[in-house]
């Protein structure tokens, strides 16, 4: 029996030239566990949005939602509060308290509940999330995934049926977000929760999914099982959808010869699992046909892998793996100044240590790191290492209590925080941009030009009368980078730039990334996206315990690692131990089919 149910659901936002969502049936069966994914704008988070009364969007509706058979109107506010829970996109927004424990808190005294209830729900729950030691913090001095842990527990404390999530994994790093989705399973299985939430990273969540529901353009697009939808998207031949596709998917598709009429016409679904792809990838091993020299081209466009220039232009400067002393030089701490023939230094850090108080430890201790000119440092570590600390000392807004930041001379820095909230005070996309332009200096004539190219960079034209709050989270994600880059800066510090971003919106700015850094911006980026880190970063580095623990390029910095790594290294490791991206793959496989 169905738990939710949209019914021909029509909405169109006020002023909108389109509609959100444009006849939507869907209906979610009790007990299930379901992907929602898409392009940003595609209709997903205002489709969440209707199934949570308190939160359904403001403007022209038609059509039904109903909740248990009834009409979700007609449901009591008491049943509507406990039994449909809705895990926000941004963090921040859901957060109402002052300290963890007092928010862990506030939903179940708001209901009512008696104190024993309360505090025995409580302990559970911190305990199974390892909040204990963060119980007493200020929810201000929290890092952005320990804040969505935070709002992940409070709204559990009440036992929904139904759990909306609108991608609850977008702020955790890979150990937590690959836990947090076997969470949702076991309350799946275990206890009968029904799940929907809407993701962009789908290589972990996807596996443990009931059905993948696709949206496009405000309509159901594709709906099924994942393996049955992503074959069906694959054997679409469409380029954009087929980044939809999982990483290893894609890359069993492409080695496979998917794309052709007898491949698109198997009813077989694609493997989504590493043990599915292992044993995928040593059955075509076994029977794999030579190939010619020129057949690396082919199988990369198979693979719907779009940005070759992007890519192309990452794994050029990329060389294999180095070994012996120099693999070791690559993962010892950068402390030093490079040789006087290496490449200069944007930025350096020497034995930073920082603490947000007195009593409290240290979140930095002897931190040293040092940014080359013009490359792409993606700094990567768990929830609360520090990384968004580390930023924004590099940018300024923090001062370190010990240690010293060097700036090469003449530098600007730019800074983008996780919440794009941050960015909007207006109205209108249009007055943001004009704000921020007025801001960065630049006369009239020259602030036109500047708009429209970084509007047209991020395709923000038609949202220029949209209202930023209005926006998806993908949409607000582009127009907070379109305003810190509206100014140039020479060095820019973003923290989690693709979160919220569709796999599309992905390639786009990696192209623009390429793009920065040919023209000289030295890039420093904290991030938990490992397979964007892996395809297009010059090197990564590693925070832990307050300091950088690794650093070094990406197949060395990824390669052999359990959690820190992609989900093309865990399915092929087995055969290429230091390969991390699916065209590194597709370079040795066809390599090796011309010698054969």
Request: glycine share 8%; aromatic share 6%; hydrophobic share 40%.
């Amino acid at each position: 029996m169905e738990i939710v149910a949209a019914q021909r659901l029509t909405f169109r936002y006020p002023d909108a030239a389109q509609p959100a969502l444009t006849e939507v049936d869907l209906s979610i069966r009790k007990g299930e566990f379901v992907v929602l994914c898409g392009a940003s704008g595609s209709g997903k988070t205002t489709l969440l949005r209707h199934f949570k009364r308190e939160l359904a969007p403001v403007g022209n509706a038609s059509g039904s939602v109903r909740y248990d058979g009834c009409p979700l109107s007609e449901l009591p506010d008491g049943r509507a509060a406990e039994e449909i829970g809705f895990v926000f996109q941004h963090p921040e927004s859901q957060i109402v308290m002052d300290t963890v424990w007092h928010e862990l808190a506030f939903a179940m005294e708001n209901r009512g509940y008696p104190q024993v209830v309360m505090r025995q729900r409580l302990a559970e729950l911190s305990s199974f999330f390892g909040l204990e030691p963060l119980l007493q913090r200020s929810v201000h001095e929290l890092s952005g995934g320990q804040t969505q842990l935070v709002n992940l527990a409070s709204v559990l404390l009440l036992q929904p049926r139904l759990l909306l999530l609108d991608e609850p994994t977008s702020q955790l790093d890979p150990v937590a977000a690959r836990e947090f989705v076997h969470l949702l399973r076991r309350l799946n299985e275990e206890f009968g929760v029904t799940v929907v939430a809407s993701e962009h990273r789908l290589d972990d969540i996807l596996p443990l999914a009931d059905r993948l529901v696709v949206m496009a353009d405000g309509r159901v697009r594709y709906d099924g099982t994942p393996g049955e939808v992503c074959r069906r998207i694959w054997a679409s031949g469409d380029a954009r959808e087929r980044l939809y596709v999982p990483s290893v998917a894609r890359l069993l598709a492409a080695l496979d010869g998917a794309g052709t009429s007898a491949a698109s016409a198997s009813d077989a679904p694609l493997p989504l699992t590493v043990r599915e792809a292992v044993a995928a990838l040593d059955r075509l091993a076994e029977v794999r046909a030579p190939a010619s020299e020129g057949s690396a081209d082919e199988a990369s466009e198979a693979a719907g892998m779009r940005g070759q220039a992007t890519v192309g232009g990452a794994e050029a400067r990329r060389q294999p793996a180095p070994s012996g002393v120099a693999q070791l030089r690559s993962l010892i701490c950068l402390s030093a100044r490079r040789d006087a023939d290496g490449p200069a230094e944007a930025l350096s850090c020497r034995d930073l240590a920082y603490r947000f108080e007195r009593d409290q430890p240290d979140v930095l201790r002897r931190l040293s790191l040092q940014v080359r000119e013009g490359e792409l440092l993606a700094v990567l570590g768990g929830n609360g290492a520090g990384k968004s600390t580390l930023l924004q000392l590099m940018a300024g807004l923090r001062k370190p209590q010990r240690g010293k930041i060097a700036i090469a001379p003449g530098r600007r820095i730019g800074y983008l925080a996780q919440n794009p909230m941050l960015y909007f005070s207006s109205d209108t996309v249009r007055e943001e941009f004009a704000r921020a332009a007025v801001n960065a200096g630049y006369k009239s004539g020259a602030a036109e030009t500047e708009i429209a190219h970084w509007s047209d960079a991020f395709g923000l034209g038609e949202l220029s009368d949209r209202h930023p709050h209005d926006l998806s989270g993908g949409q607000q994600q582009k127009l907070a980078l379109a305003l810190a880059l509206l100014p140039r800066p020479d060095i820019l510090c973003i923290d989690e730039p693709t979160k919220g971003l569709d796999p599309d919106a992905k390639e786009a700015f990696a192209a623009l990334l390429l793009q920065l850094r040919e023209e000289g911006m030295t890039i420093v980026m904290v991030t938990h996206d490992a397979e964007f880190a892996a395809r297009h970063a010059d090197r990564c580095a590693l925070l832990y315990d307050g300091e950088i623990a690794a650093a070094a390029e990406p197949p060395l910095f990824f390669g052999g690692n359990y959690f820190y790594t992609t989900a093309v290294n865990r399915a092929v490791r087995h055969r290429y131990p230091d390969a991390v991206t699916a065209e590194e793959v597709m370079r040795r496989w066809t390599t090796e089919a011309a010698r054969s």
